[in-house]
């Protein structure tokens, strides 16, 4: 099949997740991904709970075979992710004081931020911290060290990398919702306070017959802020069984995504949450789903990825 990443206009990536386990076992999942994509994320291997199992002890072996990976074949590194309310290590626990969860995550930030320090394009320093109406999301964060967490992030990832793109990452914002009214807004007072925040992702976890209302619009009152945005993690998960129309339907919506990028001049990427219906997340996370990336389980491209080559 046609390389998306060779048709990419040159201002824009397109990129995918990796999973780690076939990043080492299938030669046919590395055949694809480095021929396909010139940026990758990590699934999971950047998480803190695989990056610090123990307090103190870091485990470096998957996120630098990843980023070795994508060196070694020209990829754009997006780093994923610094903060999360999900994917706490469980020896960090709410019984600490603020002093102390203040220090662990400040510690957190600059150990990974420095470790990759100029072999990242961009970190998403902060995941998912906004709740449906726009809101702080209650975490151990928020309850413990207030709303200034995310600032103090955005600074932290900044002195550890001058150079990494700092982005702010959520779901259910593509399209025009309470949440990205609120995420609009919290981008705005995160800058006008001064913090390094440079870019805005989202994340795209489209469900086939509900499309995000008015994408480009959306992306484009972001950009509007002076802020780069990008396509993070997208993938449209199809109500199984599968049927020719349904993959149909998909490709439209994979299209309209990529259009929405496209139309926006700070756009800087495009990511796949996976890009084989293999690997996806979507089975084990949302059940009577499926079939939501652009390659099959064969790693043939599905209508999904014509529809993506025919709009470049
Ligand atoms: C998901 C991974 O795909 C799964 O393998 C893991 O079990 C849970 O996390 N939003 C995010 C991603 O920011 O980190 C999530 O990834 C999907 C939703």
Redesign the pocket.
């Known amino acids: 099949p046609p390389a998306l990443r060779d048709l990419m206009p040159s201002n824009v990536r397109i990129g995918s ?1 990796v999973n780690g386990q076939l990043l080492t076992s299938d030669a046919r999942y590395r055949g694809t991904l480095s021929s396909q994509f010139n940026a990758v994320t990590a ?2 291997a950047m ?1 803190w709970t695989i990056l610090e199992p123990r307090p103190g002890v870091y485990d470096w072996s998957a996120s630098d075979q990843f980023v070795d990976f994508a060196r070694a074949n020209g990829q754009a590194v997006y780093g ?2 610094l903060l ?1 309310h999900s994917n706490i290590p469980v020896w960090i626990t709410e019984s600490w004081s603020p002093e102390q969860l203040r220090a662990v995550l400040r510690q957190h930030i600059i150990t990974v931020v420095s470790r990759y320090r100029g072999k990242i394009w961009a970190w998403d320093v902060v ?2 911290v906004l709740a449906e109406d726009g809101s702080l999301r209650d975490s151990l964060w928020l309850r413990k060290l207030g709303p200034r967490y995310i600032a103090d992030a955005f600074r932290w990832a900044h002195e550890a990398d001058p150079d990494a793109r700092l982005f702010i ?1 959520d ?1 259910g914002t593509e399209g025009r919702t309470r949440k990205a009214d609120g995420l609009l807004r919290l981008v705005k007072s995160l800058r006008a306070g001064g913090a390094p925040v440079h870019g805005v992702g989202f ?1 795209s ?1 489209i469900r086939l017959g509900s499309p995000p209302k008015d994408a480009t619009g959306n992306l484009r009152r972001f950009a509007a802020l002076g802020v780069s945005v990008a396509i993070t ?1 997208l993938d449209v998960r199809v109500p199984l069984p599968i049927t020719t129309q349904k993959l149909l339907d998909q490709a439209l919506l994979y299209q309209h995504m990529l259009k929405a990028c496209l139309a926006v001049s700070t756009c800087e990427s495009i990511t796949l ?2 890009f084989s219906d293999v690997s996806s ?1 979507i089975g ?2 949302y059940p009577g789903y499926g079939a939501a990336c652009v390659f099959n389980d064969e790693f043939e491209p599905k209508p999904a990825h014509g529809a993506l080559v025919q709009e470049l």
Do not use: L
């Open positions: 997740a699934e999971n998480k994923h992710t999360w995941n998912e990452n779901y994340q976890h993690e949450w996976g997340w084990s996370h």
